[in-house]
Structures are given as C-alpha cells and as structure tokens.
C-alpha cells in the first residue's frame, strides 16, 4: 500500500510462535480422543458385569461432555486460524487486536452449535452403536423392547447373533472384528487388510465379502475396531468353555 512504510507491513509480521502454539492445541486433541476411548471401555465393561450407575455417573454423560469439548476445540482453532488468514490477506495498515478477532469468530461458531453435531462425531456414533450392540447380546430388557424381541431368551439371542461371530472372509470365528462404516459388515481385522492390499496392488477396488451386499470399495479408512462384537464373541467362548467343563 503507498505511503505505508516497510517496518509497518504485515509482511513483516510473524505468526511463527501463534502457529506453533496452535500446532500444541492440536496435539490436545489425543487427549479427548484417549477420555472418549476410556468412557467407551468402562460403559462396556459395566454392560458385561450388568452393573447399574445413577445417570448422574453415566458413560453416556461423560461422552457427552467429551463431544462438546472436542466441538469447543476445534472451533477455537478454527478461529485463530480464521484470524490470521484474516491479517494475512487483508493486510491491514494497522494490526488489529488479534484477541478480540479471535473472540469474536469463536462465538460465531459457538452460536451454530446444535445437538446434530453428536451425529457428526464419528466417535460418539461408534460409542452408541456399539453399547446397543453389546446390551442386545446380552438381551437386556430395555434393547428387547426397542428392537422389539419381547420375550425371546438370551439363548435365543445368542444363537441368533452367533452368525455375526463369523468372518465373511476366512469363514472362521473372528478374534479382531472391525466393522465396515460404510455397509455395517464385519471381518477379521487381518483377513479384510489383506485384501485390501492385494487389491491396490492391482489397482482394483475391493468389493464388501459379505454376501449380498452391493458395497464396491472397501477402504482402509472404512474401517474401524469394532469392540463391542469382539467381546460378545469373548463372553460366549467363555460361557461355552464353562458348560464344556
């Protein structure tokens, strides 16, 4: 700009230290990732020991509270990225307060917040899933009535849900099951990776192994651990081994 001298430019500016400072909060990000991970485990382990907690203790409420504090970061990041894109492509002859900017595009993103944002946190749609999942191999009451199995029997159940343990693959009871995000099916971990490898090195897609199902390019990023089934697959081998004895 005329008239504006060197020492006053922005392109003299440095967001060098603002930058790494982000990088840092970024790296916060494991840490929720590490809470939701545990909420997760400790809400299946109280469904396999059939344990009862006041909602006020509830995994539910701790993913919950996880979800907003992830959606908080990630807005607050977005917003000082927001701000200095801002001063760079502005250039403005006189720098403005960089505090109150960021203040002021966070509460903006705050503002948008709505309860749609858990279906968007792939986490918390996975900690959901598969909490359902492990209450109906267990055939607790509250899953019967919603899905409607009234009156049906944990043996009944089981057996019905036996067809699951299953890898599509290796036609073998699976050890690490992880679920296909996009059609819902589930393989041994191993088996469907090989796949998917032996695929790309032919540069062909690989199609969903599950009989019938007309999903046409799993990917590795499809994939995800699929907890909830691998121990229903545990708790059965166990209670088989006991009547074995």
């Known amino acids: 700009m005329p008239g504006r001298s060197s020492s006053s430019s922005t392109g003299f500016i440095s967001f060098s230290g603002v930058e790494s400072a982000l990088s840092s909060l ?14 997760s ?3 299946l382990d109280l469904v396999e020991s059939q344990t009862e907690v006041s909602s006020e203790y509830s995994m539910d409420k701790a993913m919950i509270e996880f979800v907003m504090l992830d959606r908080e970061l990630n807005h607050y ?3 000082v990225q927001s701000a200095i894109n801002h001063v760079k492509e502005e250039r403005p002859e006189k720098i403005p307060n960089l505090k109150l900017l960021v203040e002021k595009k966070f509460v903006a993103l ?15 749609v996975q900690f959901k899933q598969q909490l359902r999942e492990l209450k109906k191999q267990y055939g607790l009451q ?7 199995l009234e009156g049906m029997d944990e043996d009944m159940i089981v057996t019905q849900s036996q067809t699951n343990f299953i890898c599509p693959i290796t036609q ?12 819902g099916h589930t393989y041994e971990d191993e088996a469907i990776v090989r796949m998917i490898e032996s695929k790309n090195k032919r540069k062909k897609k690989t199609c969903c192994p599950k009989i019938g199902c007309s999903h046409t390019d799993v990917k590795m990023s499809d994939l995800v651990q699929d907890e909830a089934l691998r121990r ?14």
Do not use: W, Y
Not at 110 to 124: I, L, P, V
């Open 26 to 39: 970024k790296n916060f990000q494991s840490c929720i990732n590490s809470g939701m991970d545990a909420a």
């Open 142 to 148: 509250a899953d019967r009535e919603t899905d409607g």
């Open 77 to 79: 990041i977005k917003a």
């Open 41 to 43: 485990n400790v809400a």
């Open 172 to 183: 073998l009871e699976m050890k690490k099951p992880v679920k296909n995000k996009v059609c």
């Open 232 to 245: 229903a697959i545990e708790n059965h081998n166990k209670k088989r081994n006991r009547h074995s004895e």
């Open 110 to 124: 705050q503002s948008k917040n709505s309860d749609a944002d858990f279906q968007n946190n792939e986490r918390f």
